[in-house]
Antibody, heavy 120, light 108 residues
Framework: EVQLLESGGNLVQPGGSLRLSCAAS????????MNWVRQAPGKGLEWVSG????????YYADSVKGRFTISRDNSKNTLYLQMNSLRAEDTALYYC?????????????WGQGTLVIVSS | DIQMTQSPSSLSASVGDRVTITCQAS??????LNWYQQKPGKAPKLLIF???NLEVGVPARFSGSGSGTYFTFTISSLQPEDIATYYC??????????FGGGTKVEIK
C-alpha cells in the first residue's frame, strides 16, 4: 500500500524556520516526482512546490519562492520542505503528494498533512 | 499562469439528485484536468484524471467531461457519503499545478 506520512509541523514565530518531512513507503520513491500542497484554515488547496524524480529540478509557487526549499533523499524515501522567513499567511495544513508519473500530472495519493502555525 | 475558475462555490442538493460542477480554464488546456474529493478533516482523494478517466475504485456515479477550456464534473445520483468539497486541478508540462477554488456539496 502506498503511504505518505508527513511530520515536522509546529507553532513557530513569524520570521522563524521549520523543516517538514514526508516519509514514503509502498512504491519506488525515486521513480516519482513529489509535491507539497497546502491548505490554510477554511480555505482551498494551494500548490507550494514540486521536485523531480532525481531531485535536480525544483519548482515553487511565487508566494514561497526564495523562502522555501524542497528536496528529497531517495536513499531514505523521504521528501522535505525547508521553510524560512515564515509569515502568518504560511499558516496551513501541509500535504505531500505523489505525482502520477511522467506526463501524468495528477496527485495520488496524499498524506494526512502536518499543521504549521505561524504566530507570535 | 493559467487560472481555473470553478463554480458554483457551494451547492445544496437532495439525495438522488444529479449534481454538476464546472471548471473553466483561462486558456486551452486540452484534457489536462483532474478532479479531487476532500471530505471534512481528510486529505484530498483523486477521483478523475485527464478530464474523464475514473480512478480505480471510484463509484461510477462520478464522471467528468470536457476539453479545451470548459470541463464538467457530475455526480449522477447524490449519496450522503458524497458530502465533501470537490476541486479541479490543471497540470501542464511543467509546474505549477493550479487548483480551482473548490465546490462544497451539501445535502438539502
Amino acid at each position: 500500500e502506498v503511504q505518505l506520512l508527513e511530520s515536522g509541523g509546529n507553532l513557530v514565530q513569524p520570521g522563524g524556520s521549520l523543516r517538514l518531512s514526508c516519509a514514503a513507503s509502498g512504491f519506488t520513491f525515486s521513480n516519482y516526482a513529489m509535491n507539497w500542497v497546502r491548505q490554510a484554515p477554511g480555505k482551498g488547496l494551494e500548490w507550494v512546490s514540486g521536485v523531480s524524480e532525481s531531485g535536480d529540478t525544483t519548482y515553487y509557487a511565487d508566494s514561497v519562492k526564495g523562502r522555501f526549499t524542497i528536496s528529497r533523499d531517495n536513499s531514505k524515501n523521504t521528501l522535505y520542505l525547508q521553510m524560512n522567513s515564515l509569515r502568518a499567511e504560511d499558516t496551513a495544513l501541509y500535504y505531500c503528494a505523489k505525482r502520477g508519473g511522467p506526463a501524468r500530472g495528477w496527485l495520488d495519493p496524499w498524506g494526512q498533512g502536518t499543521l504549521v502555525i505561524v504566530s507570535s | 499562469d493559467i487560472q481555473m475558475t470553478q463554480s458554483p462555490s457551494s451547492l445544496s442538493a437532495s439525495v438522488g439528485d444529479r449534481v454538476t460542477i464546472t471548471c473553466q480554464a483561462s486558456q486551452d488546456i486540452s484534457n489536462y484536468l483532474n478532479w479531487y474529493q476532500q471530505k471534512p478533516g481528510k486529505a484530498p482523494k483523486l477521483l478523475i484524471f485527464d478530464a474523464f478517466n475514473l480512478e480505480v475504485g471510484v463509484p461510477a456515479r462520478f464522471s467528468g467531461s470536457g476539453s479545451g477550456t470548459y470541463f464538467t464534473f457530475t455526480i449522477s445520483s447524490l449519496q450522503p457519503e458524497d458530502i465533501a468539497t470537490y476541486y479541479c486541478q490543471h497540470y501542464g508540462n511543467f509546474l505549477p499545478l493550479t487548483f480551482g477554488g473548490g465546490t462544497k456539496v451539501e445535502i438539502k
